[in-house]
């Protein structure tokens, strides 16, 4: 699955910002589709996900401040990132698990200043 992110950027503390993952098929036949966020010498850690009958998850770092949506029409998932805090910076990354599968999208940066 080819995936396209975009959205990020930098925000003060407080903040939001809104990143788009477009793929380049119909997403409700994705078994899952996820963000995962990076930063540097640690592991991609996983942020929120949903599944293709619509259950979400989120990492407990993010709960109740980032939500995770999709648009069909689209075949485009959402992270909608509020509150934001300084340990939200990092590289986030959209990943789409089909089967035993799992593709990656470019990364995007988001960076939040104290």
């Known amino acids: 699955v ?9 925000v003060q503390a407080g903040g939001s910002l809104r990143l788009s993952c477009a ?8 078994d ?12 991609r850690e996983l942020v929120a996900s949903i599944t293709s009958g619509g259950s979400t998850n989120y990492a407990d770092s993010v709960k109740g401040r980032f939500i995770i ?6 075949n485009t998932v959402y992270l ?17 698990l089909l089967g035993s599968k799992n ?12």
């Open 103 to 114: 593709d990656w999208g470019q990364g995007t940066q988001v960076t939040v200043s104290s």
């Open 2 to 10: 080819q995936l396209q992110a975009s959205g990020g950027g930098l």
């Open 23 to 30: 793929a380049h098929r119909n997403i409700l036949s994705i």
């Open 32 to 43: 899952v589709m996820g963000w995962y966020r990076q930063v540097p010498e640690k592991q």
């Open 69 to 74: 949506s999709r648009d069909a029409f689209k």
């Open 80 to 96: 909608q990132m509020n509150s934001l805090k300084p340990e939200d910076t990092g590289s986030y990354y959209c990943a789409a």
